[in-house]
């Protein structure tokens, strides 16, 4: 149960807790080692990967919206591209804005489905502008990470023979340069 707890701030350890017994037991596990950053004056730990059947509709409806939007984040993280698109639009339609939601947002954003990042890229661009200052401030290598994660995947997968990156137009790159704008850093 730790590792679900840390996956969110410490004052929803209530919450995380009806989430994870919502979860399908049959097959629910988390892939070794997680992603952990600097939220909210605490360190945090969302799962790199999550193995697990999804939650019946139903009985989503039957949790808080703070708990749907646990459950939601914890989704974005799943195995499948196609579940976590899927759960990160369910997301999306909560309206939320807080920092702990902003990283697994972010997280989808610096891997590699070019899909997945172009549906957050304006919404990064209208987060709160607030919050987006804090994120950036709160944990400059976490930054740092998903920038150059979105460069790899850029180079890899997406990046034309000789382009640079200034020449790009690989959506990740509006998002760090939204992150950079609206938090008036040099550097993320």
């Known amino acids: 149960m730790n590792r ?3 996956a969110f701030p410490k004052r929803y350890e209530q919450d995380v807790r009806v989430v994870k017994a919502c979860l ?5 596990r988390l ?3 997680s ?3 600097r939220l909210e004056q ?3 730990q969302i799962p790199t990967r999550l193995y697990l059947l ?4 139903e009985r989503i409806k039957q949790l808080t919206s703070t708990q749907q939007t646990m459950l939601f984040c914890l989704y974005t993280r799943h195995h499948d591209g196609h579940i976590r698109e899927r759960y990160l639009r369910q997301l999306l339609k909560t309206n939320q804005q807080d920092e702990w939601i902003l990283v697994y947002i972010l ?4 891997e590699y489905v070019r899909d997945i990042v172009d549906i957050i890229v304006p919404v990064i661009e209208q987060w709160n502008l607030e919050v987006k200052r804090r ?5 400059p290598a976490y930054m740092k990470r998903i920038e150059d994660r979105m460069i790899s995947y850029w180079n890899a997968y997406y990046r034309s023979s000789g382009e640079r990156r200034s020449e790009a137009d690989y959506p990740g790159f509006r998002i760090i340069e939204s992150l950079r704008e609206d938090a008036s850093v040099e550097e993320v």
């Open 35 to 37: 992603i952990e950053m």
């Open 24 to 28: 399908p037991f049959a097959w629910t």
């Open 42 to 44: 605490e360190r945090i």
């Open 135 to 139: 994120f950036v401030s709160n944990d």
């Open 31 to 33: 892939s070794p080692g």
């Open 107 to 110: 997280e989808l954003a610096s």
């Open 4 to 6: 679900w707890i840390a």
């Open 54 to 57: 999804e939650v019946d509709s």
